[in-house]
């Protein structure tokens, strides 16, 4: 019995306070530096520039219609721009047809929504693209193609 | 001009709005004549496989076709060759990034006719050998453009070793203008620009002696690719880059490069794997004192070893605020720091911890929730930070344009604020990628030159280029536009 205390108590004087108490220090450090690894830090607005976008927009840019967001995505063309002044909304549309028709594997519909300088909204359109793609070729005349613009 | 605009006046009234409208808008798809910029299209570049092997057919049999090879030394360095058929004019051809991010982008050849250079060698071929170097040109159209292997001087010894011509090199390792140009001029036939301006041509006088080019010919400066002037063509170029930037990095950086070696990992994703048919690339850097004194595609003993992804490199080299996307990018892992001593790993390690701790606690300013503007500062200059929807905008109240940046600070493109409003109130559900340009209207082009001067002229060749890819395929030019007889506007390219 006495021997038996005698071992345990020398058991206890094997591992010091101080050690266990830099161990357990130690351990804390280790979860923590794993519970933080774990954490994501947070990235948002990455985003990846479609080239298609700007080629639509070069038209429009090139004729100082600076205001306009592009969005070529698998399903549409989506133009939403603000007319200046000088040009009518008719106009922006037909630039908008012509070079989202030209675009490299282009989706099948435009639509195209025209605001005026006050951001009220003038119109908005679409049509197929292969429409413009035959009117392009002459295979229809401008009568189809004005009548297959669909006004939303 | 006046006749111009009264004439089309005259026939917007008569015809009408709306029918005039649509001819001046399809007008752009029309076939157009073989011209774009003033300059007649080139079937290397612009021709699909018919035109070319046409024009290659065409070219006579016999003769003295002509192959030079030229090195630029001058500022940011280039190397690019000029090539010439039995009878034609030299045209210059150079490779060169088509994006922002020079250790991993798209590639573009570019029109080199004018470039400037500091030594030349040519050399007479046959036409199989004239037109190796031309298929060479057209596989080069479409290659990836990395700084630390398929650069600028990598598309000149593509062009001698399809050749065979016995031209020179870019030197061992990564191939550099420096080291192209030492090579040219060892040899006998060898040419030294000795003009003042450097773009010139040297010419041969009756004697036979090289001479600088008489005013009359001087053909330079009109057409020189901003491209050619602005990118990094060269580990050279980013020594002197990092060196003049020295300034700005932070103390903590300073003492932990200084006099060491560097290895940096250039980590691909994996879309760029499959295309560069490898995991990453390397780039070894010297410093003295905090000076770069080399750089090569490794080291001989490194001190620190740094892992980083490319798109991650290419952010801190962008972003007007290093230090945020840097601090930002060690706390997500997607740059590591692994040192040669195990003490100073230690050490690292409980930085970076202390680091990813400071970011979650603190994230980065410029992660601002939707609907939310604030004036903020960036080096002492005044910026307003917004984020109207799914886009963070950075914008210079100077500029008309406002830049697009993620939540570490990093560009992503441009916009413009009427664009951002546009988004808001569109009913149509826009995507995250609407609206956002590299290069919006040439006011941007002209503005948007970032601190490291890459972009723009890139920007400004490639669209060039993509310009008369389109005219030469007889489709809509994006970039030529004639507004109704009273102009012609050339969106991008000028």
């Given at each position: 019995?006495?021997?038996?205390?005698?071992?345990?108590?020398?058991?206890?004087?094997?591992?010091p306070?101080?050690?266990?108490?830099?161990?357990?220090?130690?351990?804390?450090?280790?979860?923590a530096?794993?519970?933080?690894?774990?954490?994501?830090?947070?990235?948002?607005?990455n985003?990846?520039?479609?080239?298609?976008?700007?080629?639509?927009?070069?038209?429009?840019?090139?004729?100082?219609?600076?205001?306009?967001?592009i969005?070529?995505?698998?399903?549409?063309?989506?133009?939403?721009?603000?007319?200046p002044?000088?040009?009518?909304?008719?106009k922006?549309?037909?630039?908008?047809?012509?070079?989202?028709?030209?675009?490299?594997?282009?989706?099948?519909?435009?639509?195209?929504?025209?605001?005026?300088?006050?951001?009220?909204?003038?119109?908005?359109?679409?049509?197929?693209?292969?429409?413009?793609?035959?009117?392009?070729?002459?295979?229809?005349?401008?009568?189809?193609?004005?009548?297959?613009?669909?006004?939303? | 001009?006046?006749?111009?605009?009264?004439?089309?006046?005259?026939?917007?009234?008569?015809?009408?709005?709306?029918?005039?409208?649509?001819?001046?808008?399809?007008?752009m798809?029309?076939?157009?004549?073989?011209m774009?910029?003033?300059?007649?299209?080139?079937p290397?570049?612009?021709?699909?496989?018919?035109?070319?092997?046409?024009?290659?057919n065409?070219?006579?049999q016999?003769?003295?076709?002509?192959?030079?090879?030229?090195?630029d030394?001058?500022?940011?360095?280039?190397?690019?060759?000029?090539?010439?058929?039995?009878?034609?004019?030299?045209?210059?051809?150079?490779f060169?990034?088509?994006g922002?991010?020079?250790?991993?982008?798209?590639?573009?050849?570019?029109d080199?006719?004018?470039?400037?250079?500091?030594?030349?060698?040519?050399?007479?071929?046959?036409?199989?050998?004239?037109?190796?170097?031309?298929?060479?040109?057209?596989?080069?159209?479409?290659?990836?453009?990395?700084?630390q292997?398929?650069?600028?001087?990598?598309?000149?010894?593509?062009?001698?070793?399809?050749?065979?011509?016995?031209?020179?090199?870019?030197?061992?390792?990564?191939?550099?203008?420096?080291?192209?140009?030492?090579?040219?001029?060892?040899?006998?036939?060898?040419?030294?620009?000795?003009?003042?301006?450097?773009?010139?041509?040297?010419?041969?006088?009756?004697?036979?002696?090289?001479?600088?080019?008489?005013?009359?010919?001087?053909?330079?400066?009109?057409?020189q690719?901003?491209?050619?002037?602005?990118?990094?063509?060269?580990?050279?170029?980013?020594?002197?880059?990092?060196?003049?930037?020295?300034?700005?990095?932070?103390a903590?950086?300073?003492?932990?490069?200084?006099?060491?070696?560097?290895?940096?990992?250039?980590?691909?994703?994996?879309?760029?794997?499959?295309?560069?048919?490898?995991?990453?690339?390397?780039?070894?850097?010297?410093?003295?004192?905090?000076?770069v004194?080399?750089?090569?595609?490794?080291?001989?003993?490194?001190?620190?070893?740094?892992?980083?992804?490319?798109?991650?490199?290419?952010?801190?080299?962008?972003?007007?605020?290093?230090?945020?996307?840097?601090?930002?990018?060690?706390?997500?892992?997607?740059?590591?720091?692994?040192?040669?001593?195990?003490?100073?790993?230690?050490?690292?390690?409980?930085?970076?911890?202390?680091?990813k701790?400071g970011a979650?606690?603190?994230?980065?300013?410029?992660?601002?929730?939707?609907?939310?503007?604030?004036?903020?500062?960036?080096?002492?200059?005044?910026?307003?930070?917004?984020?109207?929807?799914?886009?963070?905008?950075?914008?210079?109240?100077?500029?008309?344009?406002?830049?697009?940046i993620?939540?570490?600070?990093?560009?992503?493109?441009?916009?413009?604020p009427?664009?951002?409003?546009?988004?808001?109130?569109?009913?149509?559900?826009?995507?995250?990628n609407?609206?956002?340009?590299?290069?919006?209207?040439?006011?941007?082009?002209?503005?948007?030159?970032?601190?490291?001067?890459?972009?723009?002229?890139?920007?400004?060749?490639?669209?060039?280029?993509?310009?008369?890819?389109?005219?030469?395929?007889?489709?809509?030019?994006?970039?030529?536009?004639?507004?109704?007889?009273?102009?012609?506007?050339?969106?991008?390219?000028?």
């Amino acid at each position: 019995m006495t021997a038996e205390t005698n071992t345990q108590a020398g058991g206890k004087k094997g591992i010091p306070k101080w050690a266990k108490i830099l161990a357990g220090f130690f351990a804390i450090i280790l979860l923590a530096f794993i519970v933080v690894s774990l954490i994501p830090v947070p990235l948002e607005g990455n985003i990846n520039v479609d080239p298609r976008n700007e080629q639509i927009y070069s038209a429009l840019a090139a004729n100082n219609i600076t205001d306009a967001a592009i969005d070529v995505t698998t399903d549409r063309v989506l133009v939403s721009a603000t007319v200046p002044g000088d040009i009518d909304a008719t106009k922006v549309k037909y630039i908008v047809f012509g070079a989202a028709s030209q675009i490299r594997n282009p989706p099948p519909i435009i639509i195209v929504e025209v605001f005026d300088q006050d951001r009220k909204l003038i119109e908005t359109s679409n049509i197929g693209i292969s429409t413009v793609q035959k009117y392009l070729t002459g295979d229809i005349g401008l009568d189809e193609l004005e009548k297959s613009i669909k006004r939303v | 001009m006046q006749q111009f605009i009264n004439m089309f006046e005259v026939f917007y009234l008569r015809l009408g709005k709306t029918t005039v409208s649509i001819l001046i808008a399809f007008l752009m798809v029309l076939p157009a004549p073989a011209m774009a910029g003033g300059k007649y299209l080139d079937p290397v570049l612009d021709g699909n496989d018919e035109e070319f092997n046409n024009y290659v057919n065409n070219l006579p049999q016999s003769g003295e076709y002509e192959i030079c090879i030229y090195a630029d030394t001058e500022g940011i360095g280039h190397g690019f060759i000029k090539i010439r058929p039995p009878g034609g004019e030299f045209k210059g051809y150079g490779f060169g990034p088509n994006g922002w991010n020079p250790f991993y982008t798209d590639g573009i050849i570019v029109d080199d006719t004018d470039h400037v250079w500091n030594s030349k060698i040519c050399y007479f071929v046959n036409k199989d050998t004239y037109v190796k170097a031309l298929q060479t040109i057209r596989e080069w159209r479409n290659k990836t453009y990395t700084l630390q292997q398929t650069n600028c001087v990598a598309f000149v010894n593509a062009v001698v070793n399809a050749t065979g011509i016995p031209a020179p090199s870019g030197g061992l390792g990564i191939p550099r203008p420096g080291a192209l140009d030492e090579n040219i001029r060892l040899r006998n036939n060898s040419v030294k620009n000795t003009n003042t301006d450097k773009s010139k041509e040297m010419v041969k006088d009756s004697s036979g002696k090289w001479v600088p080019e008489p005013p009359e010919n001087d053909s330079s400066q009109a057409n020189q690719t901003a491209l050619s002037k602005n990118s990094l063509c060269s580990p050279d170029d980013l020594q002197e880059t990092i060196n003049q930037q020295v300034g700005a990095i932070p103390a903590e950086i300073k003492s932990m490069i200084e006099n060491k070696q560097v290895l940096l990992t250039i980590e691909y994703d994996q879309a760029q794997q499959q295309v560069a048919g490898r995991r990453s690339d390397t780039l070894g850097i010297v410093f003295q004192g905090t000076q770069v004194t080399k750089i090569d595609q490794t080291v001989d003993n490194p001190d620190i070893m740094v892992y980083a992804k490319v798109r991650t490199i290419s952010d801190i080299f962008m972003t007007k605020d290093p230090m945020v996307t840097y601090r930002m990018g060690l706390a997500r892992g997607d740059i590591r720091i692994v040192h040669s001593s195990t003490a100073q790993n230690i050490l690292i390690s409980g930085a970076g911890l202390l680091n990813k701790v400071g970011a979650l606690i603190s994230p980065s300013q410029y992660l601002i929730k939707t609907g939310e503007q604030r004036d903020i500062e960036i080096g002492r200059k005044p910026y307003v930070l917004s984020r109207p929807g799914n886009i963070i905008l950075l914008q210079d109240k100077t500029q008309p344009y406002a830049t697009v940046i993620n939540s570490d600070g990093a560009p992503q493109g441009y916009t413009t604020p009427g664009t951002a409003q546009v988004i808001k109130i569109s009913s149509k559900g826009h995507s995250p990628n609407s609206g956002v340009y590299m290069n919006p209207i040439p006011a941007i082009q002209r503005l948007a030159l970032n601190r490291f001067s890459i972009p723009y002229g890139n920007l400004v060749a490639r669209q060039a280029s993509q310009a008369t890819q389109y005219t030469m395929q007889g489709r809509a030019s994006n970039a030529k536009l004639i507004l109704g007889g009273v102009g012609f506007a050339y969106g991008y390219g000028r």
